[in-house]
């Protein structure tokens, strides 16, 4: 027979009949890999030999883990990893062959990103040559591959004192890669040796630190995807991270304090503390992004699953099948996305946990009308910052609601298809309470590795302290902001869009938005489990060289239906009667029944209203006012005679018990209520004053003979009422 298996050791002996059978799978759709269904091996003198034994209870090794075995049927050829599940003399060897992928899922559930070998770089003149270098990155005087440097804030410790029974909180920031402006207008990072205000054993302390303390660079995601396959001896050929104008620059953030410190860069220290796969599950979420394995060429190529559904069919594989394909129908389901939201701060706008569990659901409180107008709208959204904000509407005063960091949940009556991360959202602080500008609160304390904070001093130390989340950040071209400037959206520190050589950048790590995650690279994929998505079985004749040369993330032809592949399964060795079991998926959006359209902007997106009106306070003081002193005031005017003069009355000693914190228990008028001049009576309030009336009476003449005049006041009547304070519909 032509079918062969060998590893290091040897080749395999096979029985006659002996065949095994190789499911291919998508890893769109699946998460363990291509491999072998389990098959048993005779317990052959030389199959016992070439595993070392393994069956007997007194041998001394285990069974090799993963070992390396080649699969070969004439021109198929195959690089796999042999997998042992049971070995004794009467049942045979058991075991299954992971191929492509599913080698690589194995390993990487266990393997952290930061116990990789990286490169360390060891510029000229210690780490002086390194802050020189970050200086001209941060400035984009040159451009790396693999680093950015911007500033972010680390830590937010308070320290309160007590005055006179008076608390008052002392804030104090701690960040890294803290920059100054200089003369020339450009910035530098602060890396001299100084001393700075800690709060150590939550007191404040002058500590002095080293050159370079506090400076980190961040590593760029298509910089750590490269590294990754290269690691594992593959080549990196399709890397959107790499070539798209806004996704070359993410980045993963840091806390480490002393990365620099001893003048070289471990690029080990710049990475998360998470496995590969966590840190490819998190591209997986975010963005869609899925990774195909060639282990023949030793080649891997990263695509977005936007882009793949997108396409248009590579093969027309409709004369290649020998039966007529089965179709089975899978329900409808939609797509819930969510990330982590640990990092909080001591106020609202520092709290990346949303108050609510979708955006929906936040909004449903507000009748889904919210303002474009941030200067006078009562539920507004700051660009920058990522915050949904009330204001009161007597004060002006906004308050901070929400962060933007809903998970994708549209809460339709079909079941989840559920995706998460484990990377952290990121908020961003304002220049409260320092004067530092616009960053990201990447707010999880300092990391040391090698100093230590000791008493008033930093000392060398070998140390390692707190954790270093996943955690992505855009690093914005110099160009286009006032100062070196990360952030999770694209938007500037003023909310302007972020553009550079005339293209704007359009994509914001939220899932929600008009630029959120899901809009950008999930809805396609969305709206196909939701109508479409069912799995189409038919079996395909399909030679060596064309299952060897499967292409996943292409779409094929059968039968005039574009149709995306899930698995390809056949036996070795190839018989030319026996046809490949090919699953593949639909991606044309069907209507359900009685309907005549889809309607996927009222199935997808978040509606709101823009706000047209607002309630206003109204009263009638004013007229209960005049209707009270009217006989008074009558009686005054009458009392003035010639040449006095009345000027009118004032009021004098108001006292009111309408305070300014009255909240409106409404959020904003329908156009309805504006419509038909809907009013709301909010509270009786007592109002109290004494009235007194001015007069211009002559006092004397002045030397050519004129009159001097002079303003008396004269009353004093106190006078105390009580009014309605209500609210009207008014336009905005």
Not at 210 to 223: C, M, N, Q, R, T
Not at 327 to 337: D, E, S
Not at 558 to 572: A, F, H, K, M, S
Not at 655 to 676: G, H, L, M, N, R
């Amino acid at each position: 027979m032509s079918l062969k298996i060998k590893n290091q050791l040897g080749i395999f002996d096979l029985q006659n009949d002996f065949s095994i059978e190789i499911e291919d799978t998508s890893p769109i759709y699946n998460e363990r890999g291509s491999q072998s269904v389990p098959a048993t091996l005779p317990a052959s003198r030389n199959n016992l030999s070439l595993i070392t034994h393994v069956h007997r209870p007194d041998s001394t090794y285990s069974p090799a883990p993963d070992a390396r075995v080649t699969v070969s049927d004439g021109v198929y050829n195959r690089i796999g990893k042999m997998n042992i599940t049971q070995a004794s003399k009467s049942g045979g060897i058991v075991s299954n062959i992971g191929f492509d992928e599913s080698e690589l899922y194995s390993e990487w559930n266990a393997v952290s990103l930061r116990s990789l070998s990286a490169p360390v770089i060891r510029p000229e003149g210690g780490t002086a040559g390194v802050i020189n270098l970050l200086n001209s990155i941060m400035n984009e005087t040159i451009v790396d591959d693999a680093l950015s440097v911007f500033p972010i804030c680390v830590a937010m410790p308070s320290h309160t004192t007590t005055v006179n029974g008076t608390e008052t909180t002392t804030y104090y920031p701690e960040y890294i890669n803290k920059i100054t402006k200089l003369e020339n207008g450009t910035y530098s990072l602060q890396g001299t040796a100084r001393q700075e205000t800690f709060l150590i054993n939550n007191e404040p302390v002058l500590t002095s630190v080293p050159e370079g303390y506090a400076i980190s660079p961040f590593l760029k995601v298509s910089w750590i995807l490269n590294f990754i396959f290269v690691q594992y001896g593959y080549t990196v050929l399709e890397n959107p991270f790499s070539t798209h104008r806004q996704l070359s620059r993410l980045v993963v953030l840091n806390n480490m304090a002393d990365s620099i410190v001893k003048g070289f860069i471990d690029y080990s220290d710049l990475l998360p503390d998470c496995t590969i796969n966590e840190f490819l599950q998190a591209l997986y979420c975010r963005f869609g992004m899925v990774y195909f394995v060639d282990g023949k060429n030793k080649t891997v190529n990263l695509k977005f699953i936007k882009d793949i559904i997108s396409t248009p069919a590579s093969l027309n594989w409709s004369l290649l099948k020998s039966a007529r394909p089965v179709i089975n129908y899978a329900a409808a389901q939609q797509l819930k996305l969510s990330a982590s939201t640990n990092i909080s701060g001591p106020y609202t706008n520092l709290v990346a946990t949303p108050t609510a569990d979708s955006l929906d659901k936040f909004l449903k409180p507000f009748g889904h009308v919210l303002s474009s107008n941030t200067a006078k709208g009562y539920l507004t959204y700051s660009l920058w910052d990522g915050f949904y904000y009330v204001r009161n509407n007597l004060t002006g005063v906004r308050e901070a609601r929400s962060s933007d960091f809903f998970p994708w949940d549209k809460g339709a009556n079909i079941s989840y298809m559920e995706i998460s991360s484990i990377d952290e959202c990121l908020p961003m602080k304002g220049s409260y309470p320092d004067d530092q500008p616009v960053c990201p609160a990447y707010l999880l304390g300092k990391v040391h590795k090698y100093t230590n904070i000791s008493s008033a001093s930093v000392e060398l130390a070998e140390e390692q302290s707190t954790q270093t989340p996943l955690c992505f950040c855009f690093s914005m071209p110099r160009a286009s902001t006032p100062y070196p400037y990360g952030s999770p959206r694209c938007y500037a520190p003023g909310g302007e869009a972020i553009a550079i050589n005339g293209h704007t950048f359009d994509i914001s790590m939220t899932f929600t938005g008009d630029n959120g995650l899901f809009s950008r690279f999930w809805k396609g994929f969305d709206a196909i489990l939701r109508h479409s998505n069912h799995t189409v079985e038919v079996p395909v004749h399909l030679n060596p060289i064309q299952l060897l040369n499967i292409d996943f993330s292409q779409t094929i032809n059968i039968d005039g239906q574009r149709l995306l592949l899930d698995t390809v399964r056949y036996t070795l060795p190839k018989l030319l009667s026996r046809p490949a079991t090919v699953r593949l998926r639909t991606l044309r959006l069907l209507i359900p029944v009685g309907e005549t359209d889809l309607d996927l902007d009222a199935e997808q997106g978040i509606q709101t209203i823009e706000q047209l009106y607002k309630w206003a306070f109204h009263n009638n003081r004013e007229n209960i006012v005049e209707l009270k002193i009217r006989a008074q005031v009558e009686e005054w005017k009458k009392a003035i005679t010639p040449p006095a003069q009345w000027l009118g009355v004032l009021r004098k000693n108001e006292v009111s018990d309408q305070v300014s914190d009255i909240e409106i228990p409404f959020t904003v008028p329908t156009q309805e209520d504006y419509e038909a001049g809907k009013e709301f009576f909010i509270k009786e309030i007592n109002y109290s004053f004494d009235l007194y009336y001015k007069v211009r009476v002559p006092n004397g003449q002045t030397s050519q003979g004129d009159i001097i005049w002079k303003d008396k006041e004269y009353g004093g009547v106190h006078y105390a009422i009580t009014y309605g304070l209500s609210v009207k519909a008014e336009l905005l």
